[in-house]
């Protein structure tokens, strides 16, 4: 699950009538600094200016992340940019703008010369694609933009769109961790949660996914669906560890304005029974801790993995530390050394906009040397740990001093510790990270 959500305190004023310090509705996950709400359509000048500057931005990693926003039915609980019901040809279309938008890219000085280091597939749902575009769009973007040399290729399935065709044609491209969406181990709840899979589906593209021998496999869950019980939850780790993938995602659910779950409690409140962040909370931690009984090792807010130092999520732990993202495709998210950007989120903009020869981004934000160093400190949070020298030696500041009326609310609340070398997030901590 890519995660890109907007950070803006005005979003999380809506408690559809239940009587709460944290609202049920509106975005929690901290995936941006400053929040996207303050990115300019003025700022995009910033954006053409490091693309136009080759020296800039060689020291940090490159990244690639790809949007494929097709569905084929959007979730009770999605807030991500998708579309069902898309022809092939509106598909291939699409394929098309992508291989062009990255063809533009590799033409500017702060790309041109450079090799990726990660690479992303996202959505929606990229395993969607027909198997001739999926092997158009992945052979293209790697003969414009080799990703031979990368740490970490990332591909998004959907249970029921998983075929040993499109697994054949992701293993020979170079794809070297899959992320299956299960979100939960329910029939019932998967439903609810107008999910087209069910554990069958589950099963069935596990199995496969395993024949194919990627290097790591993660599964991705969601805590707090519509329907979700303590026993049925749990019993659904019971079994994702049985199932024994390198690595488990589990994300609290978030019920932004724009998702069809926040219309039906904006409706009557009391058809849908949603779970409260306390108790979404709790069950997290309970998972952790089946998790590390099962071998696990938890290694953020939302993963557990069976081996931190070979199952590292490098697209995650890259982009915390201030690596280049170049976001191809609908929507999208960038950062090129200190600036925020994304694309255009209008599918007739977008192309309108790469047709004329230009970048389809709609707004940006320039981050000052501050700036930079709270948002990382914030997204290294995430990972339960920050290294204080390593943050002495980049922007020359002790965190520690910087954000100590900050720490010790967090040491009082006892969610964070802090000593000579690092600060560290207690388990409590953790679980509200965001």
């Not at 194919?212 to 993660?218: G, L, W, Y």
């Not at 320039?366 to 930079?372: M, S």
């Not at 204080?388 to 967090?410: H, I, T």
């Not at 000579?420 to 509200?432: C, F, I, N, Q």
Request: aromatic share 10%; with cysteine; net charge negative.
């Amino acid at each position: 699950m890519h995660r890109s959500v907007t950070t803006d305190p005005s979003m999380n004023d809506c408690s559809i009538g239940r009587s709460t310090n944290e609202p049920l509705t509106g975005n929690y996950f901290v995936s941006a600094y400053p929040p996207f709400s303050t990115w300019t359509a003025e700022g995009v000048r910033h954006a053409a200016r490091v693309l136009d500057q080759a020296d800039s931005t060689a020291n940090a990693p490159l990244g690639l992340y790809v949007h494929i926003p097709f569905c084929v039915e959007r979730c009770q609980y999605c807030y991500y940019l998708s579309h069902a019901g898309k022809s092939r040809e509106q598909m291939d279309a699409y394929v098309d703008a992508l291989l062009h938008e990255l063809t533009l890219y590799r033409e500017k000085p702060a790309v041109a010369n450079r090799e990726l280091d990660f690479v992303y597939f996202g959505g929606g749902t990229p395993s969607l694609l027909p198997v001739s575009a999926l092997d158009r769009l992945l052979q293209g973007l790697r003969s414009i933009m080799p990703w031979t040399g990368a740490q970490e290729v990332t591909f998004e399935c959907a249970p029921k769109t998983v075929t040993e065709a499109k697994l054949r044609i992701l293993k020979d491209c170079g794809v070297t961790r899959l992320s299956l969406g299960v979100q939960s181990f329910n029939d019932d709840v998967l439903r609810q949660s107008g999910r087209v899979h069910l554990l069958d589906d589950v099963d069935r593209a596990f199995a496969a996914v395993r024949d194919a021998d990627f290097p790591v496999v993660n599964v991705d869950l969601i805590v707090g669906l519509v329907g979700e019980t303590e026993v049925s939850f749990m019993k659904g780790i019971d079994r994702v560890a049985a199932m024994a993938p390198e690595s488990v995602t589990i994300y609290q659910l978030e019920i932004p304005l724009n998702t069809p779950i926040c219309d039906t409690l904006r409706q009557d409140d009391t058809k849908t029974d949603v779970l409260a962040w306390p108790q979404k909370r709790q069950r997290l931690g309970q998972a952790f801790e089946r998790l590390e009984q099962a071998g696990y090792e938890i290694r953020s807010g939302y993963t557990a993995v069976r081996d931190a130092n070979r199952h590292a999520f490098v697209y995650q732990d890259a982009q915390y530390q201030g690596a280049n993202l170049l976001g191809l495709g609908l929507a999208s998210f960038s950062y090129m050394n200190g600036v925020h950007y994304q694309n255009a989120a209008s599918e007739k903009g977008y192309l309108a906009m790469l047709e004329s020869g230009a970048f389809p981004i709609k707004r940006a934000y320039n981050l000052n040397d501050d700036e930079r160093l709270v948002r990382e400190f914030i997204l290294q949070l995430k990972l339960g740990r920050i290294d204080v020298s390593r943050f002495s030696e980049k922007f020359d500041v002790d965190v520690r001093a910087r954000f100590a009326p900050q720490l010790k609310e967090l040491e009082r609340a006892g969610w964070c510790r802090c000593d000579a070398e690092s600060l560290a997030l207690t388990r409590d901590g953790l679980l509200r990270v965001d």
